[in-house]
């Protein structure tokens, strides 16, 4: 079955940069769009954005365009998502999931990333 | 505010049935058969329970059901069991940005 493993929970202070991955295995990683959701403390699941690892095609949500940056490294299956200045607002749990282009379904996910930022 | 509506919260009793809403339009829920159902137990990742409106994936109990009306699509817990008790949010894929979208989710609390 598909496995998505994030990196561990951060701490960071306002203004630092960060950057969290995704690793994926037991499928084609190339060949399926990783999506990436974003979770506020009590709150709802947000889709971010989504990258195709194969091209780097990446395409985000209007909330979230030039606000965090999603990349990939397909020789090692690997999603990330990279914030240049980070803000307190962006302290949340964050998801990667295998994401169906076609349904909008997040299929499998990840176990999540805590980002905390504070001051 | 949640591209797609879902009550904040539903409640039953051991064995009883509920069914959850989730509302949207033309544009996503109801253009499409392409909602998803997750459900998300407290501190765990959300899990996909129901997708294409209403396909189970393997190993989810038949419990679980979904089903499509226009623009609004419910999702059904049949023989309430302790272990159901936790938040569940549905997508659609979203013609408007092209995009899936989540409700705001549903707390399910079993009696």
């Known amino acids: 079955e598909v496995q998505l493993v994030q990196s561990g929970a951060e701490v960071k202070k306002p203004g630092e940069s960060l950057k969290i991955s995704c690793k994926g295995s037991?499928?084609?990683?190339?060949?399926?769009?990783i999506g990436w959701v974003r979770q506020m403390p009590g709150k709802g699941l947000e889709l971010m954005g989504i990258?195709?690892?194969?091209?780097?095609?990446?395409r985000y949500s209007p909330s979230f365009q030039g606000q965090v940056t999603a990349s990939v490294d397909k020789s090692i299956s690997t999603a990330y998502l990279r914030w240049s200045s980070l803000k307190a607002s962006d302290t949340a749990m964050y998801y990667c999931?295998?994401?169906?282009?076609?349904?909008?379904?997040?299929?499998?996910w990840g176990q999540g990333t805590l980002v905390t930022v504070s001051s | 505010q949640s591209a797609l509506t879902q009550p904040p919260s539903a409640s039953g009793s051991p064995g009883q049935s509920v069914t959850i809403s989730c509302s949207g339009t033309?544009?996503?829920?109801?253009?499409?058969?392409?909602v998803s159902w997750y459900q998300q137990h407290p501190g765990k990742a959300p899990k996909v329970m129901i997708y294409?409106?209403?396909k189970r994936p393997s190993g989810v109990p038949a419990r679980f059901s979904g089903s499509k009306s226009g623009n609004t699509a419910s999702l059904t817990v049949s023989g309430l069991q302790a272990e159901d008790e936790a938040d569940y949010y549905c997508?659609?894929?979203?013609?408007?940005?092209?995009?899936?979208?989540f409700g705001g989710g549903t707390k399910l609390t079993v009696l």
């Open positions: 999931a295998y994401y169906d282009i076609l349904t909008g379904s997040c299929d499998y």
């Open positions: 033309s544009s996503d829920v109801g253009g499409y058969n392409y």
């Open positions: 997508s659609s894929y979203s013609r408007s940005n092209n995009f899936g979208v």
């Open positions: 037991r499928y084609s990683f190339s060949n399926y769009w």
């Open positions: 990258i195709y690892p194969d091209d780097s095609d990446t």
């Open positions: 294409e409106v209403n």
